[in-house]
């Protein structure tokens, strides 16, 4: 019986050290395929999520101007509030977004402050955590594409703000985001106006 045991264990199939290998191989170049892949795919997803954000923020601000014929760059104004997951920052930039003096609610003293005055999603999300869940790869500060990537289109003429000085007003909203978003290494901007024109630095 011991003897039979022992041929028994002594015949039992196993995986050589080639095998093994061969096995190693296929994995590596599966994955050398699909994690590129993958990787591109995601990015467009957070194009979409992008895009989604600004036409968002497009719609607060024709809704705004329809009522009082101007923009306005502050959240808390034309009632826009992000929530949620942000890789891209969304908004305008708060050094050229000045509000117009005649605005209803500075004439009102109404202007709202904190959390309300904000610019761009990321400021908004600092001063409200609860709200926003993961924006390590958006931008500081947002920041628009390239003029050649703007050519044509009815943009206002300063970086990411709003524009009440001309008539009719205009505004660009802008959505950025790090290089590590983009499997290219490279930073990506995009941009939407008062037309809803939107443009991007990548496809």
Same mark, same amino acid.
């Given at each position: 019986?011991?003897?039979?045991?022992?041929?028994?264990?002594?015949?039992?199939?196993?995986?050589?050290?080639?095998?093994?290998?061969?096995?190693?191989?296929?994995?590596?170049?599966?994955?050398?395929?699909?994690?590129?892949?993958?990787?591109?795919?995601?990015?467009?997803?957070?194009?979409?999520?992008?895009?989604?954000?600004?036409?968002?923020?497009?719609?607060?601000?024709?809704?705004?101007?329809?009522?009082?014929?101007?923009?306005?760059?502050?959240?808390?104004?034309?009632?826009?509030?992000?929530?949620?997951?942000?890789?891209?920052?969304?908004?305008?930039?708060?050094?050229?977004?000045?509000?117009?003096?005649?605005?209803?609610?500075?004439?009102?003293?109404?202007?709202?402050?904190?959390?309300? +005055?904000?610019?761009?999603?990321?400021?908004?999300?600092?001063?409200?955590?609860?709200?926003?869940?993961?924006?390590?790869?958006? +931008?500081?500060?947002?920041?628009?594409?390239?003029?050649?990537?703007?050519?044509?289109?009815?943009?206002?003429?300063?970086?990411?703000?709003?524009?009440?000085?001309?008539?009719?007003?205009?505004?660009?909203?802008?959505?950025?985001?790090?290089? +590590?978003?983009?499997?290219?290494?490279?930073?990506?901007?995009?941009?939407?106006?008062?037309?809803?024109?939107?443009?991007?630095?990548?496809?």
């Amino acid at each position: 019986m011991k003897k039979q045991m022992h041929v028994k264990l002594n015949n039992a199939g196993g995986f050589s050290l080639v095998e093994l290998m061969v096995v190693v191989a296929i994995i590596g170049i599966l994955a050398s395929v699909a994690v590129p892949q993958f990787q591109k795919f995601t990015f467009k997803a957070r194009m979409t999520e992008a895009k989604a954000g600004l036409t968002s923020l497009y719609t607060a601000q024709k809704a705004f101007y329809g009522e009082w014929s101007q923009f306005d760059a502050r959240f808390g104004v034309v009632g826009y509030a992000p929530e949620g997951n942000y890789s891209f920052n969304i908004g305008f930039s708060a050094t050229t977004a000045t509000p117009a003096a005649t605005n209803w609610q500075v004439a009102g003293n109404l202007a709202p402050t904190g959390i309300q +005055a904000s610019f761009h999603v990321r400021a908004f999300c600092t001063a409200d955590a609860t709200r926003c869940k993961n924006m390590g790869t958006s +931008a500081a500060t947002p920041a628009r594409p390239a003029a050649a990537n703007l050519a044509g289109g009815d943009f206002a003429a300063a970086n990411c703000t709003v524009d009440n000085s001309v008539s009719p007003a205009k505004f660009t909203a802008c959505a950025s985001a790090t290089a +590590a978003i983009n499997p290219e290494n490279v930073v990506v901007n995009l941009a939407i106006n008062q037309s809803k024109d939107i443009r991007s630095t990548v496809p």
